[in-house]
């Protein structure tokens, strides 16, 4: 993996650059969909590339694990083959599935036992077995192994959990350094700075991610109920330390306006469940702001979903259709609004991108945040 800085903001540090990998490059900032077990729910790869304009999605390393299993994946060729996504895959770690399971899980030094979620069944995952797992899947990007901790968390548990995912990833490194991809092209490991919302945590663990000189760095531990303004202020120390020659990756954020900000702030890759499991519930961003499609105000509304930018299911599809296919609660409504949602995302970033190029970002960030923050 490569990556090339194209430019940054004057009035911020919004960068503009190229991921490349062997299956494509990626232009940054970028947001990620979600796809946990091989599926962006409710959205089919077609879509993805055409509409959406996904660049990269992800998959998870927990849920693939257990279903369908290293052997079907393996026999497929890996999930790039599995699931006919032909560009880059990330997959993390695991890590943030098998801690949320915190009444069926126990953590050592040697790694975490935990229980199936779907038939009880017993499992291991260290950080040298999670290297082979994503090499297994076949991932373009895949995740040091590591423990997210909640927020809150007193600055002992934070940072002993800190100091151990500093070990594993040592081993993540041993690992990945000894062994090859099983597909015929080339895999990239990142590494995760931990340390909750403790400003010397922070710094110590983001000098030691950057130590270890890896082609890409993520941030951790952040958007897990913490206020907003203290995510920015760890992003941004955090974002300090990190090498700039390096794509810079803040895990699981988030909104349109944490995603501008996050931008601002130096970051370069984004993902979330939001703008999928929202437009489930019948929530969808726009670049007007948030709608509620279940609200009475939009049933005789037939202007489209969203005229604000291009996408075909945005400007073809009324406000008035979509909440009757939501109060309905057709399998239709879910793929629409997913599709809409992950469309202005995608759109969102790289309008950001655009701003950047131009010398413009920071005027724009602060306008665009006023929007996408609205309630309509």
């Known amino acids: 993996m490569k990556f090339i800085l194209e430019n940054t903001d004057p009035k911020s540090k919004a960068r503009a650059g190229v991921v490349k990998t062997d299956h494509g490059d990626i232009e940054t900032p970028i947001f990620m969909p979600v796809g946990t077990a091989g599926s962006v729910k409710a959205v089919h790869q077609r879509e993805l590339t055409y509409d959406v304009k996904a660049q990269i999605i992800l998959g998870n390393t927990y849920h693939l694990y257990l279903r369908p299993g290293l052997d079907i994946l393996e026999k497929a060729g890996g999930l790039h083959k599995f699931n006919g996504w032909s560009k880059p895959i990330l997959t993390d770690s695991g890590g943030y599935q098998v801690f949320s399971l915190s009444g069926t899980r126990k953590i050592t030094e040697k790694g975490v036992m935990f229980k199936s979620h779907i038939d009880g069944s017993k499992h291991n995952f260290t950080p040298e077995g999670v290297m082979d797992i994503q090499r297994t899947i076949g991932a373009d990007i895949i995740m040091a192994f590591d423990e997210c901790t909640p927020y809150p968390c007193d600055f002992g548990y934070a940072r002993n959990s800190m100091e151990m995912t500093h070990r594993w990833l040592k081993r993540c490194i041993d690992r990945f350094d000894s062994t090859e ?101 019948g929530m969808l961003f726009t670049t007007e702001g948030v709608i509620n499609m279940r609200n009475e105000k939009w049933k005789d509304d037939f202007s489209p979903i969203d005229s604000g930018f291009n996408s075909y299911v945005s400007n073809f599809y009324t406000k008035a259709y979509l909440r009757h296919l939501v109060i309905s609660k057709e399998i239709l409504a879910a793929q629409i609004a997913s599709i809409h949602n992950l469309s202005f995302y995608l759109w969102l970033v790289g309008q950001a991108r655009e701003k950047i190029k131009s010398g413009e970002f920071a005027t724009w960030k602060n306008m665009m945040v006023e929007k996408v923050s609205r309630r309509l």
């Open 181 to 281: 991809g099983k597909y015929g092209y080339s895999q990239t490991l990142f590494p995760i700075v931990q340390g909750s919302v403790y400003k010397d945590l922070r710094k110590q663990s983001a000098e030691f991610i950057a130590s270890c000189g890896r082609e890409g760095n993520a941030i951790g531990g952040l958007s897990v109920g913490e206020p907003a303004e203290m995510m920015y202020e760890m992003t941004e120390l955090v974002t300090e330390i990190l090498p700039t020659d390096k794509p810079r990756y803040l895990m699981g954020v988030g909104t349109p306006a944490n995603i501008l900000e996050g931008i601002a702030l130096g970051v370069d890759m984004f993902d979330c469940v939001m703008p999928t499991r929202n437009a489930r519930n």
